[in-house]
């Protein structure tokens, strides 16, 4: 086993890669009474097209399948319900599907032994027959129909649309009604068995609890399991201009909601490093329309915004930042924000200050047990690896290469998306 001492932060790391492959990350706390786990495969809803591990034929499954998977791992041979086990000793218990991964989340204050088997008992039982995938799709049909109704849903699927030409990310994690219809449970077993794979998959377990016994408990579970071939997965090419420049829609709202896309080829910045690139752009989002900045300060005293929020997002060839807003004027906060990203006037001072802002809240951040696994998650989810010096690389960022990055940008290359009520 592996132990790292994460730099400028008070808390070790214990990674260890079993001989079938999987990778296993422990954050001990001796602090605290509460633990955290999360047991993911890095299968997610862009993954449609691929080559089976027994195959040579590149095949298509339906679209929304690996959300449709995740609810359906949730049904046991026995009929006993993982939520309702876990229920039952005060455990709390969730999944989730994003468009690069799926997890299944434990956590509570006692019994950490009997969870983490249960957790990875059930994550390796697949029980899926034709009554229980066609009820399952009443099920996610209406949750879909659910999500289509809501305003914030809704503009984020146009924009995502307007964003992407042939990136599966266009595609609602969920899939559509049409293409849940066609999944039986043929598919399920053959995704499960093609990325529910040890070297495929990793637990992450953060809290109060023993990481000798911890790592007894995974071997022993998993030690039938073998390593796999995996699949090879259809890579999409993506055009670097915007799929669409401006969409209107309509939708049973009061105040009008705005959102914006900004498109940027990897290839038009000199950043190898992708953990480099991510704070490099975070940072450019947080001086433009942080909660401090001077920008968003002007809207809000101009009465051009009730709330905004920004996100990066990346693709194997792009970097996409998506803004969401919801204003009175919304052609005047639409033109403010074009003027602001094509004449960014950067400020040093503000650049300094927002690195300690940084470097603090990173130091904060090991305190919640929670916060710790996100943050982890995303970095073997992103880059394939712990991250344990970011606060080394946040203080090492300089405001010349920030200057460059921008220099680089087309900041013209947005598709815009006006939602607006649809009395008007």
Same mark, same amino acid.
């Given at each position: 086993?592996?132990?790292?001492?994460?730099?400028?932060?008070?808390?070790?790391?214990?990674?260890?890669?079993?001989?079938?492959?999987?990778?296993?990350?422990?954050?001990?706390?001796?602090?605290?009474?509460?633990?955290?786990? $999360?047991?993911?495969?890095?299968?997610?809803?862009?993954?449609?097209?691929?080559?089976?591990?027994?195959?040579? &034929?590149?095949?298509?499954?339906?679209?929304?399948?690996?959300?449709?998977?995740?609810?359906?791992?949730?049904?046991?041979?026995?009929?006993?319900?993982?939520?309702?086990?876990?229920?039952?000793?005060?455990?709390?218990?969730?999944?989730?599907?994003?468009?690069?991964?799926?997890?299944?989340?434990?956590?509570? !204050?006692?019994?950490?032994?009997?969870?983490?088997?249960?957790?990875?008992?059930?994550?390796?039982?697949?029980?899926?027959?034709?009554?229980?995938?066609?009820?399952?799709?009443?099920?996610?049909?209406?949750?879909?129909?659910?999500?289509?109704?809501?305003?914030?849903?809704? =503009?984020?699927?146009?924009?995502?649309?307007?964003?992407? &030409?042939?990136?599966?990310?266009?595609?609602? =994690?969920?899939?559509?009604?049409?293409?849940?219809?066609?999944? !039986?449970?043929?598919?399920?077993?053959?995704?499960?068995?093609?990325? #529910?794979?040890?070297?495929?998959?990793?637990?992450?377990?953060?809290?109060?609890?023993?990481?000798?016994?911890?790592?007894?408990?995974?071997?022993?579970? @998993?030690?039938?399991?073998? =390593?796999?071939?995996?699949?090879?997965?259809? &890579?999409?090419?993506?055009?670097?201009?915007?799929?669409?420049?401006?969409? !209107?829609?309509?939708?049973?709202?009061?105040?009008?909601? +705005?959102?914006?896309?900004?498109? =940027?080829?990897?290839?038009?910045?000199?950043?190898?490093?992708?953990?480099?690139?991510?704070?490099? +752009?975070?940072?450019?989002?947080?001086?433009?329309?942080?909660?401090?900045?001077?920008?968003?300060?002007?809207?809000?005293?101009?009465? +051009?915004?009730?709330?905004?929020?920004?996100?990066?997002? $990346?693709?194997?060839?792009?970097?996409?930042? @998506? @803004? #969401?807003?919801?204003?009175?004027?919304?052609?005047?906060?639409?033109?403010?924000?074009?003027?602001?990203?094509?004449?960014?006037?950067?400020?040093?001072?503000?650049?300094?200050?927002?690195? &300690?802002?940084?470097?603090?809240?990173?130091?904060?951040? !090991? %305190?919640?047990?929670?916060? $710790?696994?996100?943050?982890? #998650? %995303?970095?073997?989810?992103? #880059?394939?690896?712990?991250?344990?010096?970011?606060?080394?690389?946040?203080?090492?960022?300089?405001?010349?290469?920030?200057?460059?990055?921008?220099?680089?940008?087309?900041?013209?290359? $947005?598709?815009?998306?006006?939602? @607006?009520?649809?009395?008007?």
């Amino acid at each position: 086993m592996k132990k790292i001492s994460q730099k400028g932060l008070d808390q070790d790391i214990f990674l260890k890669t079993l001989k079938n492959g999987l990778e296993v990350i422990l954050i001990p706390y001796e602090n605290k009474n509460n633990y955290f786990m $999360t047991y993911a495969t890095k299968f997610g809803s862009t993954i449609t097209s691929f080559i089976p591990n027994n195959s040579k &034929k590149m095949i298509k499954v339906p679209d929304g399948i690996a959300h449709f998977l995740e609810h359906k791992m949730f049904e046991q041979p026995s009929g006993e319900d993982p939520f309702t086990y876990y229920s039952q000793s005060g455990t709390g218990a969730n999944a989730s599907t994003s468009f690069d991964s799926t997890q299944y989340i434990c956590y509570g !204050t006692k019994n950490f032994k009997e969870n983490l088997s249960y957790l990875i008992d059930y994550v390796n039982t697949p029980y899926f027959t034709d009554e229980n995938v066609e009820k399952e799709k009443g099920i996610i049909t209406e949750e879909l129909k659910m999500y289509l109704d809501i305003p914030d849903f809704q =503009i984020e699927n146009e924009l995502r649309k307007s964003i992407y &030409k042939t990136n599966p990310r266009r595609i609602d =994690i969920g899939g559509t009604v049409e293409e849940i219809e066609k999944i !039986t449970k043929e598919d399920l077993y053959l995704c499960y068995n093609n990325f #529910y794979s040890p070297n495929n998959m990793f637990i992450l377990i953060a809290g109060n609890f023993n990481v000798d016994e911890a790592i007894n408990i995974i071997e022993e579970k @998993l030690k039938d399991k073998p =390593i796999i071939k995996l699949p090879k997965i259809k &890579k999409v090419k993506e055009i670097d201009a915007v799929n669409k420049k401006e969409e !209107t829609i309509y939708s049973d709202i009061k105040i009008p909601k +705005l959102g914006l896309g900004l498109k =940027i080829p990897k290839k038009n910045i000199n950043i190898s490093s992708k953990v480099e690139l991510d704070l490099y +752009l975070s940072m450019l989002t947080s001086i433009i329309f942080g909660s401090s900045s001077e920008f968003r300060e002007k809207l809000r005293s101009n009465k +051009l915004i009730n709330n905004l929020y920004t996100e990066w997002e $990346t693709t194997e060839d792009h970097k996409v930042l @998506l @803004l #969401y807003a919801s204003t009175e004027n919304i052609e005047e906060l639409i033109q403010e924000i074009k003027n602001e990203l094509k004449n960014i006037n950067m400020d040093e001072k503000a650049f300094e200050r927002i690195k &300690k802002v940084w470097i603090a809240n990173e130091v904060k951040i !090991t %305190d919640h047990i929670e916060a $710790t696994v996100g943050n982890l #998650y %995303d970095d073997i989810v992103r #880059y394939n690896k712990v991250i344990s010096n970011r606060t080394e690389l946040i203080r090492k960022m300089k405001f010349s290469k920030l200057l460059d990055i921008i220099s680089n940008i087309d900041m013209n290359n $947005t598709s815009i998306v006006k939602m @607006l009520p649809k009395d008007k």
